[in-house]
């Protein structure tokens, strides 16, 4: 888990402000939804036999409730969209959200236990028009923050009856070469046979190589939908390929599946930067009506390394020097009117030396500094220091406000 210190949220404000405006744009209204929820809803939701909920999540009995730290943010958002009834009040839902989850993964470079996600979940839509619309959203989300070179893998996992039939034929393809898997995809050869084609043991993904892929036991419906979402995607001009072989560790998948991922170089094995998929039997498994959804949630530290943009922290707009107690009266009063004039202001109030007060302002960045002495005050005259230009004016104390609307406005 890390801190985010004030030195680095310049990055992370540009980051998140790049997916709200994005997400806001295309008519996605934030949800935010609690941290904690009851640990049978991931269980439920996530799958039983995925890793996220056999090994990753921070469990725990509180009042003989079994709750769970959020790892991930559909499960809360569809129950959200249940407890509301929120199927009843409109026909579709476009929501965002971007906030913490939490996984207990072994750390490693862009894998942390807490991690930040932006992600979004449309309710109510089941044309392949709206996968087509996320894909091309994100994609362009990811091209606003400058990644080049991004890897969009698209799949389909047909619905219900489809998994199932492709299930048994796994099984039956595995079955033989049980005896060289590794000791979890023996395990889940019984319990979640897809999870082993996502296996990252070098033996499993020799046998998975040469498995039946779930392409060939697509219906026809599973078929059209996937074959106008690449129509679409053409037509959008968004770049993508299939990959027939792409599962994604959460069970709730159906139909649509993707990922994408970016910059190798900086992120390693851990470049997939984000993740999604529909879920059209989640909301009704959850216990509300049939609901078809589709979603995806991008992970916020990955993206910053792959971008490694160097955003500042807004500069300061004016610092005011204050020598003495009177002119500290005074600075306070003039910082809170600079304040309500929307400039944001900080006063030294410590009583130390023109100095090291103006090393302060420079140390800040400050666009403005305003020195406060006797001398000033008995003139009612301040000294207001341009900083950005270099320039040093005398300003009547009643016309600060306005001498610096005009000066630092008119710079930005
Ligand atoms: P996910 O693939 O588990 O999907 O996570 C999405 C993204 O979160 C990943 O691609 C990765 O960038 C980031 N991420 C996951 N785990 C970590 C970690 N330990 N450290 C850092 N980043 C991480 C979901 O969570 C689904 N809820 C996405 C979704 C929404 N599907 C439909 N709707």
Not at 350 to 375: C, F, N, V
Request: glycine fraction near 8%; include cysteine.
């Amino acid at each position: 888990m890390n801190d985010i210190l004030p030195s680095d949220i310049g990055r992370w404000r540009w980051l998140e402000g790049t997916f709200r405006t994005a997400f806001e744009r295309a008519g996605f209204h934030e949800v935010r939804t609690p941290i904690v929820e009851p640990t049978n809803l991931f269980v439920r939701a996530v799958g039983e036999t995925t890793d996220v909920v056999e090994k990753e999540m921070y469990a725990f009995e509180r009042h003989d409730e079994g709750l769970t730290i959020r790892p991930e943010g559909t499960a809360g958002a569809a129950r959200a969209y249940i407890e509301h009834s929120i199927y009843a009040k409109e026909p579709i839902s476009r929501w965002y959200y971007i906030g913490p989850m939490f996984r207990g993964e072994r750390p490693a470079k862009g894998r942390y236990r807490q991690f930040y996600q932006a992600g979004a979940e449309i309710f109510g839509d089941h044309g392949p028009g709206c996968d087509a619309e996320l894909i091309d959203l994100l994609h362009g989300v990811l091209t606003a923050l400058g990644l080049v070179n991004v890897d969009v893998i698209i799949n389909s996992l047909g619905g219900a009856e489809t998994r199932a039939r492709f299930k048994e034929e796994l099984v039956k393809y595995l079955e033989p070469h049980r005896e060289r898997l590794s000791t979890d995809s023996q395990r889940r050869l019984a319990s979640n046979p897809l999870r082993i084609l996502d296996s990252k043991a070098p033996q499993d993904r020799e046998i998975s190589a040469g498995a039946p892929t779930l392409h060939e036991f697509l219906t026809a419906e599973d078929q059209a939908h996937f074959n106008e979402l690449r129509q679409m995607l053409d037509r959008l001009g968004t770049p993508y390929r299939v990959d027939p072989h792409l599962v994604r560790g959460l069970d709730y998948y159906t139909r649509t599946l993707f990922e994408v991922k970016a910059a190798a170089d900086k992120l390693g094995a851990g470049d997939t930067v984000l993740g999604g998929g529909r879920y059209d039997g989640l909301v009704e498994d959850l216990g509300g009506p049939k609901t078809p959804a589709i979603g995806f949630a991008a992970g916020l530290e990955r993206l910053l390394i792959a971008t490694e943009s160097n955003q500042a922290s807004d500069p300061l707009d004016v610092y005011i020097a204050a020598l003495g107690n009177a002119a500290q009266r005074e600075g306070l009063v003039l910082a809170r009117d600079l304040r309500a004039a929307g400039f944001s202001c900080e006063v030294d109030t410590r009583g130390t030396s023109i100095k090291s007060q103006l090393r302060r302002s420079e140390g800040l960045a400050a666009r403005a500094a305003i020195i406060l002495g006797d001398a000033e005050l008995a003139e009612k005259v301040y000294a207001v220091k341009n900083l950005a230009a270099h320039t040093q004016s005398k300003v009547a104390a009643v016309d600060v406000v306005a001498h610096l609307s005009q000066t630092l406005r008119a710079a930005t």
